[in-house]
Every structure is written in C-alpha cells, then in structure tokens.
C-alpha cells in the first residue's frame, strides 16, 4: 500500500501541495485530476520518491519512501513521464531492458532472463513487432506503449513468462495521453485497463482528461491549487458540482451504454466567471 499523509511543497515562496492526503492499495487504479498547475505532477513525483516534500510523508508497506534504497524502490515502483527524449539513438530493445537496470548488479549486463522479461512486457503492450526499430522512429502512440513496457519489465521481479508471475507493483503515470490523438488515447486507455485486470499492479494516473479518467479509473483524487477537493469512487466523485469546483465550467455527465462508463461533456463557462477570465 502507497500512502500519502498530509504533503506540503513549495517551489521557493510558490505553493504548491497545502497538505495532500491519499492511499493506492495494492490493486488500486488511481487517477488524479486537476486543471494545469494545481501539483499533480508534483504528486506523482513525491510518490514515487522523486521529490521530498517539505513537510508530510509518503510510505510504501509502512516504510518512509525516502528511507528505501533508490533500486530496491525502483523494484516496486515505476513510472512513466509525460515525454521520453533520449541522448543516443536507442532500438526498443534497448529501451525496454532500461527497465531491467534496478535488477542487475554492479557491472552486470542483461541475460537471458532479462531478454525473456523485456519481451514479455513487449508483447503485453502489443509492441513485440517493434523489437529492433530506433525509438526515434516510433509515433507518438508506440512510443508511449513501448516506455510502459519498460516500466512493466522494471516492475518484473520472477522472472517473467506469465501475466501471473510478474504481477505486483505500482504504475505512476504522468498525463500519458496528452500528446496522443484519439485513436492511441483509446489504445492507451485499454492498454492500462488490460494490464490493471492481468498483471495485478496498481496503477496511477495524473490526467486533466476527464473522459480518459472515467473510462480508466476506479477512484478519482480531484487537486485543486495544491489541495484535494474530492476523493473516491468515480462513479460518485465524477459529477456535474465536483467539475465545476474544479474546473469552473458547466458539464452534462452521463453513462454512455455504448461506452460504458461514464461521458463528460463541457456545457460552457459561467458568465462571471468567463468575464474574469477575459479581463
């Protein structure tokens, strides 16, 4: 279990988090919403230890997160950030078995088991086809399925072969279908349903996308400037009032039976709000 209790950050005299609470059980599927600037980042960053915040803690199992040795945590949790640029021209190969780093020792290079697991991951993203092309060359779309391959063969620690024998660990992603376009926002929102239902991980997701959330997401944490203003269930938390204190605007939330989920469709700005807006 991933715990956040009371975290305070601040960027110099910029608040950030006034005091973030929340808790990612081991099957959890997280997402966590907000506009642009209210810490999801920031969030996402502190759970995974990237960041210590200035008060607050954050634990794993109970343990403070900042006591784990860095490679023992990276065994447990991985994450996948909102863009990937590389110093040299890596093949997917290559750039799977980063992930295996965190599992080989000094000065060891990858073996067989390592190249079982990484094309493991590969084939759980549906990107095994890709194995020898340049990263460089990838769309947008394979190239976002190919890091969270990497982070699933970071998070292997038996050895791979089965969906059963990797499971476990915690998925952090950050905005991961900001750059796509709808058709690989679809294949992404599948991908992580898939993986959550097979390899038994949790997952969480930052996202301002209130449509992908409800189409992914189990439970929802709304940030509002550095504060939560609403957590639980989605099918309880995703409702007409908690958007329009989080974004401002007026939405229509319905069940889609097509879908089936949940579907978020923006009405308009309230006048007062939209003339403050202009000015």
């Known amino acids: 279990m991933l715990s956040a209790a009371d975290l305070r950050f601040a960027y110099g005299e910029a608040p950030v988090l006034g005091g973030v609470s929340l808790t990612v059980g081991s099957r959890a599927l997280v997402g966590i919403l907000g506009p642009n600037g209210s810490g999801k980042t920031t969030l996402l960053r502190m759970l995974a230890g990237h960041l210590k915040p200035d008060s607050g803690s954050v634990t794993l199992d109970g343990r403070e997160v900042a006591s784990l040795a860095r490679t023992a945590l990276a065994r447990r949790m991985a994450v996948v950030p909102q863009e990937t640029h590389l110093a040299f021209d890596y093949s997917v190969m290559e750039m799977v078995l980063m992930g295996r780093y965190p599992h080989l020792g000094a000065f060891e ?10 094309r493991d991951a590969l084939a759980a993203t549906h990107t095994e086809t890709l194995e020898a092309r340049s990263f460089d060359t990838l769309s947008g779309g394979e190239k976002q399925r190919v890091v969270i391959a990497s982070a699933l063969a970071q998070l292997d620690r038996t050895g ?28 992404v929102a599948a991908l992580l349903k898939r993986l959550w239902r097979e390899r038994e991980i949790a997952i969480v997701v930052s996202t301002h996308d209130l449509n ?65 807006s202009a000015s």
């Open 160 to 187: 791979g072969g089965t969906a059963r024998e990797a499971s476990g660990g915690i998925l952090l992603l950050d905005e991961p279908t900001a750059s796509l376009d709808i058709a690989y926002q679809l294949d």
């Open 109 to 118: 290079l990858e073996g067989p088991r390592d190249l079982a697991i990484a």
């Open 212 to 276: 992908f959330a409800a189409s992914v997401c189990e439970e929802l944490v709304m940030l509002r400037e550095g504060t939560v203003i609403a957590a639980g269930r989605t099918a309880e938390i995703l409702t007409p009032r908690h958007i329009h204190e989080l974004y401002g605007v007026e939405a229509d939330v319905r069940l889609h039976q097509a879908a089936g989920h949940l579907t978020v469709v923006p009405i308009g700005r309230p006048a007062a709000q939209a003339g403050r």
